[in-house]
């Protein structure tokens, strides 16, 4: 019993390290389109140094997760929340590693580069709706809610629109040589949000899996509509009652 209660505390703290993760994601994304709105390169450098916390995490849950593998062997709906967990480790610090991609664009366009309005908008609409995206895939995460998961594919259609009509703006807008260049550099910006989105969406595949023990693509809209029968038994959030366990092995 013992044994049983430290592997159940394990997961729960392991779940938690994750849940972390994505609050620091979180604050990432809220600072680093702040400094982008501010031309505020301090603040910039503010979310390049606290990329080190986003890395620790990420080894900590890899490490955890390992070693849960190694020592306690997790089966059917505890395998697939351990093996769910990996791959949200790296969808995060993938966001992270983003958000210090846009911070180190600031200061490249000068201390008062030639900003449009009708780019700058837009831009800071996508790093809203990026943050957005991240806040709903961990609450999807904590709450075992795929609807709400699938939810965040409608967020993210408008944030690829967005990318598009920032690049159509680039190509339309620029005078001279110093807006051509800011407005470029805002391309690479708002592919940074973009790709912000699309890791959220992942986690989102990643709580459908761990619920229903299928791995649906939510691009696929067939696969949105489908009605799936789950495999094994659901997974309640970490720390709570444990679903029984019938001894099957289950598909990762």
Request: charged share 30%.
């Amino acid at each position: 019993m013992t044994t049983r209660s430290q592997y159940r505390e394990e997961l729960r703290n392991l779940e938690q390290a994750t849940l972390g993760a994505l609050d620091l994601i979180v604050r990432q994304v809220e600072r680093v389109t702040e400094a982008l709105e501010q031309q505020d390169v301090e603040l910039g450098t503010f979310v390049m140094a606290d990329d080190d916390r986003v890395d620790g995490r990420y080894l900590d849950v890899n490490q955890g997760v390992l070693s849960l593998f190694a020592l306690q062997a997790p089966v059917a709906g505890d395998l697939r929340l351990v093996a769910s967990l990996l791959h949200v480790a790296k969808h995060f610090e993938r966001m992270g590693d983003q958000c210090v991609n846009i911070a180190k664009l600031i200061p490249l366009t000068g201390n008062d580069p030639p900003r449009r309005a009708e780019v700058l908008t837009p831009i800071l609409r996508m790093g809203a709706l990026a943050r957005d995206e991240v806040v709903q895939c961990r609450q999807a995460l904590e709450l075992r809610d795929v609807d709400l998961a699938l939810d965040i594919v409608r967020r993210d259609q408008e944030l690829n629109e967005l990318n598009r009509e920032v690049f159509r703006l680039a190509i339309e807008l620029g005078d001279d040589i110093d807006t051509r260049e800011w407005l470029m550099t805002m391309t690479m910006v708002a592919r940074a949000f973009e790709r912000i989105g699309d890791n959220a969406v992942d986690i989102g595949e990643q709580v459908a899996f761990v619920v229903e023990g299928l791995y649906p693509e939510f691009g696929d809209r067939a696969a949105r509509l489908a009605r799936r029968r789950p495999v094994g038994p659901a997974v309640p959030p970490a720390g709570g009652d444990p679903a029984p366990d019938d001894g099957a092995g289950e598909p990762t």
